[in-house]
């Protein structure tokens, strides 16, 4: 039985790790196949592939893309891409720019709250990689605006927060293309349904899987067995590939664990054969 962790963040975008980091830490504890899926970028990858050089551990690239589907974001998964796709890196490269423009729509709302951080700040605690609102969490807690990440995003960076700007991402048809185009399987990252019943929750899937979606991560760090037997039912309804991961983030998220979550993770090794074969890999 293999280890498996298919969702975790470097520093590349709002991890702590850097990939060689993230790569050995794996290996450690014993994790057989890791996926690496920053938001927005590919760039930690090829240090990741190096570190797994006399290491027993395979890695899966990955990327998380944020998509607009009915007036909401949601997280696509994209597996197996083409690294050197120009096209790919081309259009990341548009979807990081959106980034900047709200980083800057927030902290200009969070000027207007009396709070003051400044973009050099940000910029320095996102380091070289992709800029986002968990950086600006880091300073909110540096100068003692709040006491931790849940407190910054409750307060003000959530969608509920008093600082929230929506950002301005493609919709999922669009996002699923990009990653079908650069040969990856685009998957729906940790479907929560939140507002949405099960009927809802069902034509989503089936709109998203008419549109190119190819699987559903059933298993996550934080989903409950009730939650993952749920997206399993949609998984089989819909005919769609299984994946899972922790999305760990390192110091940035630490309550949730490499390779396990909250605790319960487990991600059969069946769900990568099938993945594998679907990527033609
Ligand atoms: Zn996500
Ligand atoms: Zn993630």
């Known amino acids: 039985m293999s280890r498996i962790d298919l969702h975790t ?33 590919t760039d930690g990858l090829n240090e990741a592939i190096e570190a797994t050089t006399n290491l027993p551990l395979e890695l899966i690239p990955g990327i998380e893309l944020s998509a607009q589907f009915h007036n909401r974001e949601m997280h696509i998964l994209g597996y197996f891409i083409d690294l050197t796709d120009r096209q790919f890196q081309t259009r990341l490269e548009a979807l990081r720019s959106t980034r900047s423009v709200r980083i800057r729509d927030i902290l200009a709302r969070l000027q207007t709250l009396g709070i003051d951080v400044s973009l050099t700040e940000v910029e320095a605690a996102s380091g070289t990689g992709t800029i986002g609102r968990p950086h600006i969490a880091q300073v909110l807690i540096a100068k003692n605006y709040v006491k931790n990440m849940k407190e910054a995003f409750e307060q003000f960076l959530g969608s509920r927060g008093k600082a929230y700007v929506q950002r301005e991402v493609p919709d999922a048809q669009e996002i699923i293309r990009w990653i079908t185009d650069a040969g990856g399987i685009p998957v729906l990252a940790h479907p929560y349904w939140e507002g949405f019943n099960k009927e809802d929750s069902a034509k989503a899937c089936q709109t998203l899987v008419e549109q190119g979606l190819q699987g559903l991560e059933v298993f996550y760090g934080t989903f409950s067995a009730r939650h993952i037997s749920f997206n399993l039912g949609l998984a089989r309804r819909f005919d769609l590939l299984m994946t899972g991961g922790s999305d760990f983030h390192g110091a940035l998220k630490p309550d949730i664990a490499l390779g396990k979550g909250k605790g319960s993770l487990h991600v059969p090794t069946k769900v990568v054969e099938k993945l594998r074969i679907a990527a033609g890999r």
């Not at 060689?20 to 504890?29: G, P, R």
């Open 9 to 41: 963040h470097t520093y590349f975008s709002d991890g702590s790790y850097s990939p060689t980091e993230l790569v050995e830490s794996a290996n450690q504890l014993g994790i057989d196949i890791l996926s690496i899926t920053d938001h927005d970028t």
